[in-house]
């Protein structure tokens, strides 16, 4: 008998910056679960490569760009006429020192990792309304919880905006039955965050009590409950995905 609780299949979702690390791993868990599942990424060849890949559908999206989340919510609506889940993931990090950052630099991790969630979110809302249960799920960061042991201000400052915007689409949607909320991810593989260097294998075995990196099913799991009627009764929280790092601070 299907799990109604945790049922995604047949669901139509959004994942941006879906072709590798934490949005690979949710679109691939949702496609596998029956839903269908867009993908994001600012390289038609390899984006297209990554949905046969997962079974997903790709659209070329640049979230930088300042018409970014205007031209894949246009895309989007071509193609659909209601989201139930829209996965903000696409993100950039810049690590300069205090001495070195940039006003280019700060406003490309701000532009990426905040404005363009909010407005995504805007251009698609006549889609999320058209959903019986629309979700929306920003993919924040531990970094915007706490500060790290390195320089790392725009993003940091962008992630922790992040989840306060989670807070405050939540307060509004929640009114018209649309579920807001983020993720905050220790570490996991992803084009950002390279578990295997033996300096993060040492931060992980002294700072997280479970002693390991994230994987793809952890990832999948929290995603999974926050896009299903699991979690029909949870808005506006940002949950860390840290195997206990922020707990133990």
């Given at each position: ?212 990196a994230g994987t793809s099913k952890d990832m999948e799991g929290l995603a999974v409950f ?9 808005n506006g929280v940002t949950i860390p995905l840290d195997g206990g790092y922020i707990s133990?601070?």
């Amino acid at each position: 008998m299907t799990d109604i609780l945790f049922n995604i299949e047949g669901k139509v979702a959004l994942i941006t910056g879906g072709t590798a690390g934490i949005g690979r791993m949710i679109a691939e868990g949702f496609a596998r679960r029956g839903a269908r599942a867009y993908i994001t990424g600012r390289d038609a060849e390899r984006t297209a490569q990554a949905a046969i890949e997962m079974g997903c559908i790709p659209l070329v999206a640049d979230m930088e760009a300042k018409d970014g989340p205007h031209a894949l919510a246009a895309a989007f609506t071509r193609a659909e006429n209601h989201l139930d889940i829209l996965v903000n993931n696409a993100g950039v990090n810049e690590l300069p020192t205090i001495d070195d950052a940039t006003v280019a630099g700060w406003d490309r991790v701000m532009d990426v990792n905040l404005r363009a969630a909010f407005f995504l979110v805007q251009q698609l809302l006549p889609q999320l309304r058209a959903s019986v249960s629309g979700r929306i799920i920003n993919i924040g960061s531990i970094g915007g919880l706490h500060v790290p042991g390195w320089e790392a201000y725009s993003y940091g400052a962008s992630k922790a905006a992040l989840h306060h915007l989670t807070r405050a689409l939540a307060k509004r949607l929640g009114k018209e039955g649309i579920c807001v909320n983020a993720i905050a991810p220790g570490p996991f593989p992803s084009r950002m965050h390279d578990v295997e260097s033996e300096a993060t294998r040492r931060s992980i075995d002294t700072y997280i009590p479970l002693g390991r990196a994230g994987t793809s099913k952890d990832m999948e799991g929290l995603a999974v409950f926050l896009a299903s009627q699991a979690s029909a009764y949870v808005n506006g929280v940002t949950i860390p995905l840290d195997g206990g790092y922020i707990s133990a601070l």
